[in-house]
């Protein structure tokens, strides 16, 4: 059985719900707009992703 992703993209991935997350989170936290806070979380969970891609 294969698994559906490698470790290396597992890893990356999970960074990037993380820093996703807690600037989703932050942001709603700063201004109670849940809109905006989800366009910045998403923005941040790709330029993690693109980061932590040529990182690693």
Do not use: C, E, W
Not at 42 to 54: K, P
């Amino acid at each position: 059985m294969t698994p559906l992703f490698s470790v290396r993209a597992f890893v990356l991935l999970l960074f990037a719900v993380v820093v996703g997350l807690a600037v989703a989170a932050l942001s709603y936290m700063s201004n109670q707009d849940l809109p905006k806070a989800l366009i910045a979380g998403a923005a941040a969970a790709g330029a993690a992703l693109l980061g932590a891609h040529t990182l690693i």
